[in-house]
């Protein structure tokens, strides 16, 4: 079913992917993925459960599986159940454990007495199965994460900006400049609120080193070339515009709490604030460094 769309995606396009919290009925379905990967010896490619004549895996140990996820990751329930749901993150994390422990299973030969058969795996078949499926049910329910190839979950970002963050390339000369844009486009994509709080601080100290990228005699002149040169010479209006929001943009960085942490310094009050913030300044910073040669 990797392929799969529905009637109604084909008459009104694929749902919109907004939602960061896992749902009961999607945790549900999550749980009877695993479950049926546990069921038909997938995750003995990490967990194996083993022949008792020695001859190899013939399925997958569930009870070291589950004793291991709940190790790994506390904040499981003791008792996990398809209609108890478990906090977003834990579940995040634990189909990132199933994605690393997940190959597909090939029978062998059928060991008669036993009435099993012995398995070996592909482990990118089974991974690429596991993470398609996955990512089914996150876009049939507009839940936005993915896991990527390697298994690896993704928030998919703000939605105006989400092909511009997987794709954008950053080469502005600067080594430093270069590693805060990307911290801070690699941050922003996780789906741990921490992340996401840091991205936007270290998109915001990457916003004040590009101010001096051009050469001028002080970082007011060097901003005002930087403009210049992102707006083009007979874009006169445009270039108020890009000057207008900069100076918006710096005002924002100097009273919120993002760079610092003064006492006089307002918080933010929500993650939705936080993406806001990012796209605002990341489409800026876009536009002025593929103007100007610095990024792709």
Request: with cysteine; aromatic share 8%.
């Amino acid at each position: 079913m990797t392929g799969v769309t529905y009637f109604s995606d084909r008459e009104r396009g694929p749902r919109a992917r907004t939602g960061e919290t896992i749902p009961l009925r999607v945790w549900g379905a999550i749980w009877d993925l695993i479950e049926n990967r546990i069921g038909d010896g997938s995750f003995g490619y990490a967990f194996p459960d083993q022949c008792p004549d020695g001859r190899g895996p013939c399925g997958t140990d569930a009870v070291v599986f589950w004793r291991t996820a709940q190790a790994e990751i506390p904040e499981l329930p003791d008792q996990l159940r398809p209609d108890d749901l478990p906090d977003t993150l834990a579940i995040l994390d634990l189909l990132e454990f199933s994605a690393r422990s997940v190959g597909q299973p090939i029978e062998r030969d059928f060991h008669s007495f036993f009435g099993h058969s012995h398995l070996s795996f592909d482990r990118n078949v089974g991974l690429a199965e596991f993470v398609a499926s996955a990512n089914r049910l996150f876009a049939r329910n507009g839940i936005a994460f993915d896991l990527t190839a390697e298994g690896v979950v993704q928030r998919l970002g703000p939605p105006g900006l989400r092909e511009a963050l997987r794709q954008a390339i950053f080469h502005t000369g600067d080594a430093d400049t270069d590693k805060l844009l990307e911290e801070g486009r690699r941050r922003i994509l996780s789906p741990q609120p921490v992340d996401r709080y840091d991205a936007l601080e270290k998109l915001w100290d990457a916003f004040e080193r590009i101010k001096t990228l051009e050469p001028g005699a002080n970082k007011k002149e060097q901003a005002s070339r930087l403009l210049d040169r992102s707006a083009g010479a007979t874009a006169v209006k445009f270039r108020q515009f890009l000057e207008s929001e900069a100076q918006a943009l710096t005002s924002i960085g100097n009273t919120l709490r993002i760079r610092h942490s003064e006492t006089d310094k307002e918080p933010l009050q929500g993650l939705e604030q936080a993406d806001y913030l990012f796209q605002r300044l990341f489409s800026l910073l876009h536009l002025v460094l593929r103007a100007t040669g610095r990024a792709d």
